[in-house]
């Protein structure tokens, strides 16, 4: 068992954190593959080609914020440390730092701001509904991965029940 700090910078500070301690349940495999086909099949829907860009002005404001929240995600949670797969990788951290600090999700909030900017920018009904899809398809693939998170990590549950999960000032499970 190895030891590893413990990423939240509030309330527990610099504890250490036993990586390992509460193991995963038997990992759900195809169910966690399915929930990321699920999400690249929405997101490559929604830029395919066609349409007048941009149908709004709201278009790049949306697709812009959706980049710099997606980077300043990136820059707090290191590739290496996360799986494109709603299961904690082993040896992984919590981070709770950065824009993780504000919500459990930055990743899903950026993909969520980038594709509400591809879709208001091209303005098709049918754009619309492959939204509303990827963001079930987001919901439930934070469910899952919250599943997860809470069996990995033994402070999970005070992270989670001080910070929302997608909007900054919306709490919702």
């Known amino acids: 068992m190895t030891w590893r700090k413990f990423a939240c910078a509030e309330p527990v500070g610099r504890a ?15 169910r966690s ?15 395919l080609p066609g ?3 941009p149908a709004s002005a709201l278009a ?5 914020a959706g980049a710099v929240v997606g980077l300043w ?5 290191r590739p290496g440390n996360f799986n494109i ?3 904690p990788k082993d040896g992984g951290r919590l ?6 600090r504000h919500v459990r999700h930055p990743m899903y909030l950026a993909v969520l701001l ?13 754009r619309w509904l492959a939204f509303a899809l990827l963001a079930l398809v987001l919901h439930l693939k934070a469910a899952f991965e919250e599943r997860a998170l809470a069996a990995r990590f033994p402070d999970y549950a005070a992270y989670a029940q001080r910070t929302p999960a997608l909007i900054p000032w919306l709490r919702w499970p």
């Open 16 to 30: 250490m954190l036993r990586v390992g301690v509460r193991p995963l349940p038997p990992p759900i495999r195809m």
């Open 33 to 47: 593959r399915l929930y990321v086909a699920a999400q690249f099949a929405c997101i490559a829907a929604l830029l």
């Open 51 to 53: 349409g007048g860009w």
């Open 60 to 64: 790049l404001p949306l697709v812009a």
């Open 73 to 77: 995600a990136l820059t707090a949670n």
């Open 85 to 87: 797969r709603p299961d």
């Open 95 to 100: 981070i709770c730092v950065g824009p993780y």
């Open 114 to 126: 980038f594709c509400a900017g591809v879709t208001v920018g091209f303005a098709d009904a049918w």
